[in-house]
């Protein structure tokens, strides 16, 4: 019986682990099982692994395209000759470049992502027409306007103006393309004017000839007799020799502004010119007895010199401060000023005449360079025109404010000593060149 119990628990035993043997089977199994599904997964990784890195290689490679791309979009922008402004649809600036910076007057590495009214918006007329496209939706074709940046620079400018819609056909933007026209519109001014000059030249040639040999004539004549006579009468032979004086001066006015001339070229300081010529503009002040001018000079003295015809300069800014005189009859003030201006491709030297004289209206002040031009009873309307013609034989420019009643601010612009490119001595004719 003890046998039989035991040999029952020896089976039970033999039976338990049987079972544990085909447990431990099937665990084996399992462990296989999973050894081979571990070993997929790792082969799985591997493949997306090298997926990832070659999408991340196309991803670079995208990108870098991108990069070069924008780089590139940005050079042709950069070296365009047009100006670009584009704006998102809240007025944002998104792109600027080079030449519209130069154009407006504003860096335009700081302006992007502002708002375009405020970084454009104090120069008179630009910014409307582009937010009025936008919010019209309208495209602008070649439009001719002028703008004024900082109340002072007018320029002409020509712009054509597109809004920017996206795959779907929604409005992103606007973009507006424009051209600075304001050199040759000054061109057109010059070449009118000079078609003038050169009528004034033909005429002015063939008939001072004429005038000018019975003019001495009697004025030698009158001389004479002024030596012969006295009272009544030698006050009218003193009238004939100060008008023959008067009619030799216009002839030779107007054949300065006819004929080619030459310049004769040196580095002189500029401040020594305008002292000379104001000491030319004191004498006229003492004798039209206007003693209630105040003269006051601020010279930048670091940039004092130029290269010019010292003479020829120092005549026209006579030019210019005699007429600053005449305009204050009452009286004034006439500050001249200069100073290095960088703002130009070509630095330029300033030198500027603010009167508080009686100020020219916008009527007057497109014709004050014409020849024979004047609002003066003793006027000869020369002046100016001289002016003009040396200045522009200098290489140079000038620019006149005005406000009727106020006064007067005649700006010259000449080149900077260094970039000058005019030779020493240089023949140079006016006419000629236009003609050409
Ligand atoms: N500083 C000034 N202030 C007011 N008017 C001026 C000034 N400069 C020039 N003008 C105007 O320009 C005109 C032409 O000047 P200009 O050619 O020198 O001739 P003129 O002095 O003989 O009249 C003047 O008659 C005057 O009306
Ligand atoms: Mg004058």
Redesign the pocket.
Known sequence: MKNLQSYKEKIKQFNNIKELLTIFDSFNNYAQKLENSYEQLLNRVKEIDQKMAYTNECLNKKVHELDNLTRFLNSVLGSMHSSVVAVDTEGKIVTFNNLAGKTLGVDSETVLGKDIRTVLGSIGGFVDLLLEALSKRKNVKNMERIIEIDDREIKHIESSISVLKDENGTITGAVEIFHDLSEICELKGRLNSANDLISVGTMAASIAHEIRNPLNGIEGFACLLERDLEGDSLRLVKHIIKGTKNINKIVTDLLFVARPIKLNMRRYELSKIIDKALLFAYQELGQKGSRDIQVVNDYDNCDDFVLCDPDRLQQAFL??M???I??MPRGGQIKIFTKKNNNHNIPKIQIGFV?T????NDS?IEK??EPF????DD???????IVRKIIELHEGSINIV?EFKKG?E?IVNLPADQYTTLSASRETSFLNKVMA
């Open positions: 030019n210019i005699l007429n600053a005449q305009s009167d004289g009686n100020g020219i007057t004050i360079f031009f004047t609002t003066k006027g000869t309307g020369l002046g100016l025109a005005s007067t005649i």
